[in-house]
């Protein structure tokens, strides 16, 4: 029933689109009348295209607004929105003398004049055409034009955070709480559209190859190297179909130009937080040799309180904590590179990477366990759990890219190889007390822990683009993805009687995970008049091996899956687009997911795996619109997801652990349930209020359903949320920039949960010196404070209060500089694709 009324909904938004009226323009010079300038009864012969490139740095400008005007009364005639290539081509054109006006946020408005259609010479092809970003004088103050920080297509958002303020002296992490339908939870789990099923990719490589999460991927990286962020929601047959709820894709700042450039950047802020990153090019003849470094250091804080009531029908058990903690972390990142050009035709690339990251955290939890209130107390304890990580990676990258006489005919091949080396040394004390909280009982418990993850991983991809005729190309290729990762954790306990470490054999865990997936690929895409129209069909067949040597136990799992695609999109008149997306993917369990062994958070938690988890299959569709005006933009969307074999994350309190017998520990683990539904709404507004004043507003709701039963599912369970987020760009002349941006998240509902509202607000300003090389900037995060984290949860036989804060409200000063006029736009034609998939999104133009 609920299905059907979501598939009324969406035809019927279709049909509004589809006959919307269109009304006219205004340009300049055009008069009360149309003297002249009705051309309805002229044949429609003609064709016009063009590709616009920023004229100081030759980048495609993506969607800019280009309208033909009639020479005699500017009356318009067309208008064409240019693709992710700066492309653009109207049809059917009467013959004449007519202009282009172009017009590109941020950018002053530009006219391209003497184009003329013939009946011998219909179709005009402009080239490359030059948009030239100059400044212009209000009222004596300088208006400086920059790109603008979010620019929008229909099946993708790009954010330019390379203009971000508010995230300087940040992490990647923090860039992706300033992103659109993106949200960051307090241990620092990023979900898109509600959803965590998200694949996260660091210059288009999967980040979690070697093991590594999303999120710790983000962290290591300083906000100052990110130079933007690509949201694809429903990604084509080319991509990995990884992931829920769509594709994260994080962009480093990379140059390629002639001599020498390059770019310093330096940050320092209170909670001591303080980044550098320091960028090198040099290209001479056919070589170009770059290279990058970046160093984070943080000391930060954390709070917290928990209440967790446990209940057997008569009586009621009590566990209270408050939690104190540090965390500090240094990481250090280099890469080196060089490209080689034999000819305009064949390039070739090889490049390494080097991460080390080290975290050191200090958390120290005060425990009251009592009966029925807090007067009846049964014991006070203090537990000090240290952690020392150290990890150390390496990835080396080869890619060689061809292209042909024939346009949009291309080959290119990747192989990347990477290793990742963790070392993780936990120790625990936990304290006896009496109830006064002042005298120790003397009764000690000392345990230590010590992990060593050794993982590698290898991928191998060849994609192949081939021309059929001038408005159809078909695409195919192969990917293969092999990785290997062996985790040796070892737990030992204090034996003062002997004044020895003793082995804890039922603590202790080796696992080793395996996977390996052969995925096949093709593509046709076609332009039919106004409609673009995509289709693709990827397969995959994957094998997943454990062996969890500890409990001398071994398991498989072999399946074959096809992910059919469709994309169709109608270009409409008065710079309107409509488009309707189908996808299928996939979100594989992660292998901590499926380890059986039980990992203690502490003595009263523990997590443990499913090995019996299945791989979740997702059905996505998603209809959206675009519709530009002058100075206005909008991109409503609509989204409906139904999941298969859902994994879900549930909650349990026993006593009946084994070595734990008679304590109540929390056990968290994970089942797939019969099937999940997810639907929401999306709207984005783009605003362009003065010519140095612009802002972005977005608002996102979803909507999530549980259908099926599990372990802690008697019926079907509802959540629901939505959020809102603005920033506000004011460009002040005179080399002064000033940006704000807030977020509200409404409390949500969830699977065994519920959690607050979260809300922040950030400003920042930025100054440009030194002739324009260089720039100085200072902001301020959660200006009020308010940013933490309140959830409470519950299950069959308990309830939890939780509450999680940091210290979110810091100041930070930072400098750049820019060495010869080094570009902070990374050049799309170098490294717009990798071994994961080919970052171009979805572009049907030919």
Known sequence: MKIAVVLRSITLISLIFAILPYGTIAQPGQGEGRRGGDRSNLPKIGTLQATLLDGQTMKPLMYASVVLNTESDSTMVSGAITDEEGKFKMEDLPPGRFYITVNFVGYPRQHF???????????????????????????????????????????????????????????????????????????????????????????????????????????????????????????????????????????????????????????????????????????????????NYSVRLMDMESFGNSLRETYNGQNSNFMDQDITGNMGMNSHNVQAGVDYRFNDKNTITFSTRYSNWNRDMDNITEYILYQSNPDNINSLFIMDNSTDMLHNSFSHQLNFRRTYEEQHRELIADLVFSTRNMDRNQGFIQEFYNQDWENPTGTNVLERSQMDGQNWAVSTQLDYVHPLGESTKFETGYRVQLREMDSDFIFENFVPENDIWEDNTNRSNHFIYNEQIFAAYGMLATMRGDYSIQTGLRAEQTRVEGDQLTMEQSFTNNYLNLFPTAHIRRNFENHQSLQISYTRRINRPHNRNINPFMRYQSEYEVYMGNPELDPELINSFELGYRRIWENTTINPSIFYRQTDGMMTRYRRVTDELPGLEGREVTVTTFENLNKGTSYGAEFILSQSITDWWNMNGTFSYFRRIVEGRGAQMDEENDSYSWSGRFVSNMNLGSGWTLQANGFYRSPQVMLQGEMDAMYMMNAGVRKSILGGNGTVSLNVSDIFNTMKFSMYSYGENFTVDTERWRTSRQITIGFTYRINEYDRRRDRRQRDRDSDQEMEFDDFDM
């Open 113 to 291: 004049n003497d184009i003329r259609i013939t009946f011998r010479e219909s179709n005009v092809d402009l080239g490359n055409i030059e948009v030239t970003p100059g400044a212009e004088m209000l009222d004596e103050v300088t208006v400086e034009a920059s790109r603008q920080l979010m620019e929008t297509g229909l099946d993708r958002r790009v954010i330019n955070v390379g203009q971000e303020l508010t995230a300087i002296g940040g992490t990647g992490l923090d860039i992706m709480e300033n992103i659109p339908s993106v949200a960051v939870d307090f241990d620092g789990n990023v979900s898109l559209r509600g959803s965590t099923g998200v694949t996260i990719l660091i210059d288009g490589r999967p980040s979690t190859l070697t093991g590594l999460s999303g999120s710790e991927a983000l962290e290591q990286i300083p906000a100052e190297m990110i130079e933007r962020v690509e949201v694809i929601t429903n990604p084509s047959a080319r991509y990995n179909p990884e992931g829920t709820s769509g594709i994260i894709n994080v962009v480093l700042k990379e140059q390629r130009q002639a001599g020498y450039n390059g770019m310093v950047s330096l940050s320092a802020g209170t909670a001591g937080r303080n980044n550098g990153s320091l960028n090198l090019n040099y290209q001479y003849g056919n070589w170009n040799f770059f290279t």
